[in-house]
């Protein structure tokens, strides 16, 4: 999917609000590197297998076996979140745009129904924030718009509880660049259409300084580099750009997106001036 913000004016900024999460934030896909996984049960449905089945590039199969842990009990906090993280991630791989779709707004429901769940937990919200952020692209303006704030709410939600949290660092990089990218006249238009916080707030400012804040929590995961980049890129300071992306390329995949990622980061150093 061509996830490049075209240059909408006029009455058609409801559409860019829709689309102010598309390039990948939250999300997402991966807050920290995770540690070398051990098994420890001989279980199918724990969650060490599943993430070894994540981790081990078969996101598919270990969204099968969470789902089989909701079934049989829906308030199991712990396949929920790994259920939306599975989905966000099955959703960017995939080419079909229709089951691209579908993917985005499973993620959506399992992130906010873990949320809900455990409310106070800063790896269930960004998650959450991450899913639903792919979600709102998958609605109309009202309803997408509503999303983006819930993203904005859950983000600073998680800051509260980790102030160096990386992964709500990203997403609200992410955030205040897109609005930031927007014309002035569609900021402002859009502010008249729908009182939502990223609206009002953005800045360049805050777009590179979350960014930074992520990469310094976690400068190992290639999402982060890849969405500062992007930002630094956006304000035409190529050579920052250019080094932040070949120190991606130079990471290993962990992620099953982070090859996509790899892919996303070569097209967009070809593109640079």
């Keep these: ?7 909408w004016t006029g009455p058609a900024v ?8 598309a390039p990948e934030p939250t999300a997402a896909q991966g807050v920290r590197t995770p540690p070398a996984l051990e098994r420890t049960t001989a279980d199918p449905l724990a969650n060490d297998v599943v993430d070894e089945l994540f981790f081990g590039g078969r996101p598919s ?9 909701i079934e049989r009990d829906s308030a199991d906090v712990e396949a929920r979140w790994r259920a939306a993280r599975a989905a966000l991630n099955l959703g960017i791989l995939e080419d079909r745009e229709e089951a691209e779709e579908q993917w985005f707004v499973v993620a959506g429901d399992h992130g906010e129904a873990a949320a809900s769940l455990r409310p106070d937990d800063s790896e269930v919200l960004y998650w959450a924030a991450a899913s639903l952020g792919r979600e709102a692209l998958q609605h109309g303006p009202r309803t997408s718009t509503r999303l983006v704030q819930q993203v904005w709410d859950l983000t600073h939600r998680v800051l509260e509880l980790d102030p160096d949290h990386p992964g709500a660092h990203n997403i609200l990089g992410k955030l205040n660049q897109e609005v930031m990218s927007l014309s002035g006249f569609e900021r402002f238009l859009g502010r008249l259409l729908f009182s939502i916080d990223p609206l009002k707030e953005a800045t360049w400012e805050a777009a590179l300084d979350h960014h930074a804040r992520a990469v310094e929590a976690d400068p190992s995961t290639i999402l982060f580099r890849r969405d500062y980049g992007e930002t630094l890129a956006a304000l035409d300071r190529h050579d ?13 995949s962990v992620y099953p997106v982070d090859d996509r990622f790899k892919d996303d980061i070569r097209r967009m150093l070809a593109e640079l001036p």
């Design 14 to 21: 409801v559409l860019a609000l829709a689309l102010l999460l």
């Design 240 to 252: 920052e750009a250019r080094a932040m992306w070949q120190a991606a390329l130079a990471l290993p």
């Design 1 to 7: 999917m061509n996830t490049a913000l075209p240059g």
């Design 61 to 69: 199969e270990a969204f099968q076996r969470l789902e089989l842990r």
